[in-house]
Each structure stands twice: as structure tokens, then as C-alpha cells.
């Protein structure tokens, strides 16, 4: 089997299965009962709170646990709920003494991305909203950014990279216009509090993140992307910043996420964490190689075929398709802008989902865009907004690697591709 | 050991530890991804929905999985949040296109128990709701409960058994009630519907659930408390109810509940729910015999030291410490009405903390109530509730059993339970 779908999800390493097993059955306890089993149980869950921390430059509680990156998301987005003004409150007669319950927030606008994951996509349906443009690697058209962040904006959220380009974003410098924006708030007496939240989902596992240098406000990262479980995430949280509980408890992690702590999950999302850490740069220089060697085989695709007359009329892509040729694959993003991992793939003119098919019954297991949007069938607004055409879209990979891979599986991998690509384009032809 | 708070957390069984394994490493593909392993992770995951609930006598498709019982009471209290009357929305003449952001949602009534858990107390302050009362043995007050069913009621939530008494309520009888209302509403020309949730969390592994027999139309349900793992819950949900989704994003769970699926967490709940459910009766059976030695052996503590001037004074509880004699232990809650693994247990005048950390030393653990309320250190709001005195409430205990308790670990228990109550009263009359 090779898998090239580590985008989607990632198998849990040997360590951090092994570090997870004793909270199942013996550490088990509630880790806010009163004897000391439970209270070793709770400080084994703070350290791993606090080894999450430390790897973006954190401390443990400025993290609150969630199920996954799409809760972390939500809540980072109840910092654009502001509080209703206590004025108003106050004016209202009314005879009931829960008058906020009906009492509307105000909500602040946020900004983000049009290539964003559907997590942040349909989260921010929900509140005031505007989507900025990107370019064609996917990258953070800045104009468009300053043009949109009004005095409105409240929050901004970039993911640090994309989930089916691997695009990384100028982080750093997004958050160095915020801080001009915010200086300039002052100046003007505008009272508007602005937040800079980033989904490090992808990035967790390839990047050096720090909290700090990166200048985020609020950080979504998640377990089951860089080989810890799934169902655990967490919310960086820098002080100051009032959210709101989408759910309300027991008063767990400082009341943001009751419900009673899923330690093992935690301790092997920290596992994982720092695994994935000490072997940064390692990793980092591996995916380099693999993606040059796959890039180095795809490219050396057949385009014999592709130039037929008919497969130019089947892809669309060509207004007068006498006159050009066809020169796939194209690479989408940039490689200078994008995780080591990720290698997007277009193959205009085919059907990407009877590539997948092809592949399944080699054992080459890949996957057209994000699952969750792929498993409906539609077509990626990812790379629609990179300015792909339908058809190129309709024969476009994410091949994303990982832990499961070596040189020589890519080179399997490549050759399977390259078969599975140039036999579609051959039945095209017929 | 011998550990007694099986209401605060059960280990994972073997047989349940064995049937995740496979889903962290090896069958850890994200099951919405388009190739065949991922589909059979798929077909494994709602077959595990099924079985989960097949268990409560409804369909795989009547459940929203969640991360545990909070989310899954904060999900089911979004049935009283009404939409707003289509009609103001179009007469706001608001030029932004987003209008049913900022409209404030109509709320309906939530009704529940004075005793319920935090999770529900806490989820319900963010609806217009009124507490109905409990007699002393923690039961509905059904006259109070009928008084306050007003036709602003939207949701009743009554917890199947509570999680500090195990008192369980009469669920069918409450939803009796509930279906002459509708049928009342209906006469009248009443639109507001009126749902019935349980949070079932405590009463999984030792109560024969059965949605219709009960007659809920939701369910909150608790993989943690029935020997499956933390951070999974689920939801039941009958047709034609319209929650309102905590977090929005990739539409998994019918787009109730976004985020890729904890696909181990779900296998452990089924694997765990099948197996309380094969052993209903006779884990009932174990529990019963259990309990009664324990209360035997308990109601033997010596009430000697008990009826000591110095004690009564210092319990609080005697105006004339004189005239009357106490007579400790006192059992809360009324067995016939009680699971059978719960003795919710009070020695009137001592001070429960010192017996935690006494019986700690010796390997036996037990709390004083809920986790998340002891490890605050406020008083039980349940025992306030039945009516306990600020002291009875002070020297109470909750013991629950489980499956890793067995007789002869019962009677060692109880033998230093007694010794270290009996120490508590002399060190005190001393």
C-alpha cells in the first residue's frame, strides 16, 4: 500500500499509541475527582497541555483542548461576538431577568481567505463577513486584504497553510499590517479590537510554528493531521481575548470547553507534537526529496497522446485546440510558498475520481481535494479560486506525503501515476 | 485499590481497548476519503453508529455523535431555539444581506430538575427556563413539574437517573404528561411543539433503554460513563426536530455536527455499549447484591461516639444536641427508585473531604459528588435540593460501583470506610 492522502489523515505513530494505552484502562480517572490516582491523571494532563504549548511558544493555559480543528475554529470565531452594549441592556424594561438571552449580540466582521477549509468557510457564515482573494499559487492577494480590512473587522483568520495547495501565507507580514491597522485604530479613537487567527491544521507537523514570531492572536491546531488521534485539537489563546463557549458544563479548560478532558487523547496529541517537532527539519528535507523525485517522474508524462485533437476537445480547456498543445501535468502553487508534503497536480482534460479508481486497485491511495468537500462531489473552491477551469479542476490530485512514505514507494507511486495518466489519455484519444 | 466512583469515570474494557487499536494505526484513513480503505473505515464507523443505537431501540441515522454528554445536552437544548418569525426578518429593511445574523432567535421554555448536572444547569442559563422541584429521595415533584408546564415550554430535560443519587425518574410517566399537553396545545390551537430530552449518561450500563418505551424524543448519551472512552457522546434524535449545530463546518453527522469523525472513539462506544448491554441483568444483579452488604455492613458504624455531646454540637445539625441521638450512616436516595450500583451515603457532622483523603491512604477511592463540582469545592447543589442541612450535606459521600469492584473488595471497603468514620466521630467528640 502507498498512501498519499496525509493531508486527510494521518496514522497515529507507534510512540504516541504507545504513550495514549495507559490512560484507557489504568490511568482512567476523572482528572478532577479528589484522590490522588486522579489528581496524577490531572497533572499528567497539564503536562501535555503544556508540551502542545511549548512547541508554538505557548504556555499550557493558553491552550483550550477542543474535539478537532472545526471547534477550535468556531469557538475562535466568538472573539468577533461583542458584547452587546450595557446600555442598552439596561434601558430595555424588560420583566424577564434573562434579557441578554434574546438581547442580539453585536457582531464584528471577519476577514478570511476564499480558499479557506469548509470549517472556517461555513463557520464564518455566521457572523458579518468578507472573503479575500488570492492569487494563482493561492497565495493572500494583499491588496485585496488592505482594501477589505475596514474599521469593521474584528478578526482575521489565514490558515497557515492550505489544505489542498499546501500553500503557506505570509503570516508574518498579514500580522504586520494588523499592527499598523491597530496603531492606526488609536490614532482615530476607534475602540474595534482586532485579532489575528490562523488554522495551523496542515502546518503542524512541517513548520517551526512560535505564536509569537508568526504574530497570531488565536491558533487552531489539530491532532489527527500530524500523527496523534483524532477527535482532539486545541485553541491558542492570547490574553486579553474574550470568547464565547459554544458549549456550557462542568467548567472545564476556564470554562471555554466543558465536558470531562479526554486525557488520552491529549497526552497523544502532545506525543505527537513533539515527535513531529524533533524531527522537523528532518522531515522537512525528506518530503523535499520525495516531492522533487514525484515532480521529477510526473513531468516526464506522455504528452503524445494529450495533443490528440479529441482530448483537447474533451478537456475544454482549449478555445482552438489546433493550435496548442496540452503540457500536463501542471503543478499547482508555488514550491517556494508551500508545505514540503504537498504536491496539488493537474491533469487537464481527465477525470481525476477514475484516476483515483485506477490507482485504489494498485494500491496507490490519493484523494481529488479535501475529504470532507470530495466525499460530496463538488467541485474544489480552492482551486476555482486559483483560476483552474472546470476541466482542469476535474483532473487535479492532492498528493500530500507523510511518515508512511519512502523514496522508494514514491518511485513506485510515480510510475502508477504516470501509467494510470497516460492510459487515460490514451482512451481519451480513441 | 478498591475504587468506587464509577459515576465519575469507568476504565476502558479490554474488549473495548481491543476493538479501537486497529483504527489509530492501521485503519486511520479519514472516512470520508474516496479510496477503499477508507470506505471500509466508513461502513465500520456507522455500523458502530448502529449498534450504538440498536442499544436504545433506534437507528444509526437518529444519532448525532459528539465529543460527550455536555455537547450533546448544549446540542439538544438548540431545539428551544426557535427561528425567527419569517416575517420581521423581511420587514427589517437592513441592507445587509446577512440579516438573520444579528436577528435575535425566538427562544422557547426549557424545563428541567433543580438536581440535574452542570452540564445541563449551566446549557439551560442560555434559554428562558424554570427548575422543577425533587422530593427527598431526589425524585420529580410532578405537581410542581405540571404547574410550570406553560405553553412557552419547548424542551423538558430530565436526566434518566442523576449522577450523585442515581435516584432514576419516571420518564414514561413525565412523557405521558407531555403528550396530553401536545394534545391539550393542539386542541387549543397551540403551535409550540414540546420535546422531551434525557441525558441517559449515568444509566447506560445498567438500565434497559429504550427511546419509544421511554418515550424521549432526544437522548444524550456518555461513552465514558459505560466502560468506552472519554471525549465521546452521542445524541438521539427523533424526526422532525430541528437542532441548531454548535460549530459549522465539513457537514459531517447530516451537518449537525462538523469535523472529521473520531472513528476509534465511536468503535470503543459501541464496543462498550454492546457489552453493558449483554450484561444488563447480571451486572443489575452483582450491583444489588453489593450494595446490600455494603449497606450492611455500613449501618453497623457505631453510632457510640455518634451521640457524644461534642459531635451533635459540632454536626449542626440538633438545636438540642441533648434530646436526640443521631443515627448515622444516613442513605440518600430511595433504592427501589436508584441504579443499582449507587449509595450515595451521609454521616451527619463529619467533614467527607477527611474521609476522601483517610480512605485515600488505604487504596479506597470515592468522592463527595459530581467531579467537576468537588473539585471546586461547592457545596452539592443535589443534596441542598432533597433537603440536606449544610452539615448532613457536608459529611456525604457517593459511592458507585462498577466493574472492577467484586464482593470481597466490598466488604474490605466497607470495613475501612467504617473505621475511618468511626475515627472521624471519636477524633471529634475528643
Redesign the interface.
Known amino acids: 500500500?502507498i498512501y498519499l492522502?496525509h493531508a486527510?489523515?494521518?496514522?497515529?505513530?507507534?510512540n504516541t499509541?504507545r504513550a495514549?494505552?495507559p490512560y484507557?484502562?489504568?490511568d482512567?480517572?476523572?482528572p478532577?475527582?479528589?484522590?490522588?490516582?486522579?489528581k496524577r491523571v490531572r497533572e499528567a494532563y497539564e503536562s501535555a497541555k503544556n508540551d502542545i504549548a511549548h512547541a508554538i511558544g505557548a504556555k499550557g493555559t493558553d491552550l483550550v483542548i477542543?474535539?478537532?480543528?472545526?471547534?477550535s475554529?468556531?469557538?475562535a470565531f466568538t472573539a468577533a461576538r461583542l458584547s452587546a452594549p450595557k446600555a442598552s441592556v439596561r434601558s430595555e424594561a424588560s420583566p424577564?431577568s434573562?434579557a441578554e438571552?434574546?438581547?442580539?449580540?453585536?457582531?464584528g466582521k471577519i476577514l478570511t481567505l476564499v480558499t479557506e477549509?469548509?470549517?472556517v468557510l461555513?463557520?464564518v457564515?455566521?457572523?458579518?463577513h468578507e472573503l479575500v482573494e488570492v492569487d494563482k499559487n493561492g497565495l493572500i492577494n494583499l491588496d485585496d486584504f488592505r482594501k477589505k480590512l475596514s474599521d469593521e473587522v474584528v478578526l482575521v483568520s489565514i490558515s497557515l497553510a492550505n489544505n489542498e495547495l499546501g500553500t503557506i501565507q505570509p503570516l508574518a507580514e498579514i500580522s504586520e499590517i494588523l499592527r499598523f491597522e491597530r496603531q492606526k485604530r488609536l490614532r482615530q479613537g476607534i475602540t474595534t479590537p482586532l485579532y489575528l487567527h490562523s488554522d495551523a491544521s496542515q502546518a503542524l507537523s512541517l513548520f517551526d510554528i512560535n505564536v509569537a514570531r508568526l504574530g497570531v492572536d488565536l491558533l487552531t491546531l489539530n491532532a489527527?493531521k500530524c500523527g496523534g488521534?483524532?477527535?482532539?485539537g486545541a485553541l491558542y489563546l492570547a490574553h486579553g481575548i474574550t470568547l464565547h463557549p459554544?458549549?456550557?458544563?462542568?467548567?472545564?479548560e476556564r470554562g471555554l470547553r466543558?465536558?470531562?478532558?479526554?486525557?488520552?487523547?491529549v497526552i497523544g496529541f502532545a506525543t505527537a507534537v513533539k515527535e513531529a517537532k524533533a524531527h522537523l527539519s528532518s522531515s522537512r528535507k525528506k518530503y523535499q526529496e520525495m516531492t522533487y523525485v514525484l515532480r521529477q517522474e510526473l513531468a516526464h508524462t506522455s504528452i503524445v497522446a494529450q495533443n490528440d485533437k479529441k482530448v483537447k476537445q474533451n478537456s475544454q480547456i482549449l478555445k482552438n485546440p489546433q493550435e496548442s498543445l496540452i503540457t500536463a501535468p501542471i503543478f499547482l502553487g508555488n514550491p517556494k510558498h508551500q508545505l514540503a508534503n504537498f504536491v496539488p497536480v493537474c491533469f487537464p482534460g481527465l477525470d481525476a475520481?477514475r484516476l483515483?479508481y485506477k490507482l485504489?486497485q494498485q494500491e496507490v491511495?490519493?484523494?481529488?481535494g479535501?475529504?470532507?468537500?470530495?466525499?460530496?462531489g463538488s467541485k474544489s473552491h480552492v482551486l476555482a479560486a486559483i483560476g483552474l477551469s472546470d476541466a482542469e479542476i476535474a483532473g487535479s490530485l492532492r498528493i500530500s506525503l507523510g511518515s508512511t512514505n519512502d523514496l522508494d514507494q514514491i518511485r513506485e507511486a510515480a510510475e502508477k501515476i504516470r501509467q494510470a495518466v497516460e492510459q487515460e489519455y490514451q482512451r481519451l484519444a480513441r
Chains 1, 2 share one sequence.
Do not use: W
Open positions: 500500500m492522502d486527510a489523515a494521518t496514522p497515529v505513530s507507534p499509541l495514549m494505552l484507557f484502562s489504568d482512567f480517572f476523572n478532577s475527582a479528589p484522590y490522588l490516582p486522579a477542543t474535539a478537532g480543528a472545526t471547534e475554529i468556531n469557538l424577564r434573562d438571552i434574546t438581547d442580539a449580540p453585536r457582531f477549509h469548509a470549517a461555513e463557520a457564515k455566521n457572523y458579518p489527527a488521534p483524532k477527535g482532539v459554544l458549549s456550557f458544563g462542568g467548567g472545564q466543558s465536558g470531562t478532558e479526554n486525557v488520552p487523547g475520481e483515483i485504489e491511495y490519493l484523494s481529488t479535501a475529504a470532507c468537500a470530495a466525499n460530496k
